[in-house]
């Protein structure tokens, strides 16, 4: 089982990126996907999960209305278009994958079947 989150980078505030998770080893399809965050001396945080079919989504309130999660079962893929980012926003990026569960419920989970490594996002001017 392979998670791998990438195209993160350094971004001006207001601007935007689009993090990729390529995921193998395990039928895509069948898992609830997320995105958690970690910034140096914060908690971890829960912020977007998208049902196994790609047709509901959940967001933190932080990142609500800025931040898009998508999927393309096709490839394997899911996908986190950052828009108005802010330093705030600075952290390493995760993505996770839960076979079992309600997509609703994603956001408060502590643990996950398997997650990958991150992907730093660096928000400065």
């Known amino acids: 089982v392979q998670l791998q989150a990438f195209e993160g980078g350094l971004v001006q505030p207001g601007g935007s990126l689009r993090l990729s998770c390529a995921a193998s080893?395990?039928?895509?399809?069948?898992?609830?996907m997320g995105w958690f965050r970690q910034a140096p001396g914060k908690e971890r945080e829960s912020i977007a999960a998208?049902?196994?079919?790609?047709?509901?989504?959940y967001y933190a309130d932080s990142v609500k209305g800025r931040f898009t999660i998508s999927r393309d079962n096709t490839k394997n893929t899911m996908y986190l278009q950052m828009n108005s980012l802010n330093p705030e926003d600075t952290a390493v990026y995760y993505c996770?994958?839960?076979?079992?569960?309600?997509?609703?419920?994603?956001?408060?989970?502590?643990?996950?079947?398997?997650w990958g490594q991150g992907t730093q996002v660096t928000v400065s001017s």
């Open positions: 080893g395990f039928t895509f399809g069948n898992y609830i």
């Open positions: 998208v049902s196994r079919d790609g047709g509901t989504t």
């Open positions: 996770a994958a839960d076979r079992l569960g309600f997509t609703g419920k994603w956001l408060s989970k502590l643990t996950h079947d398997y």
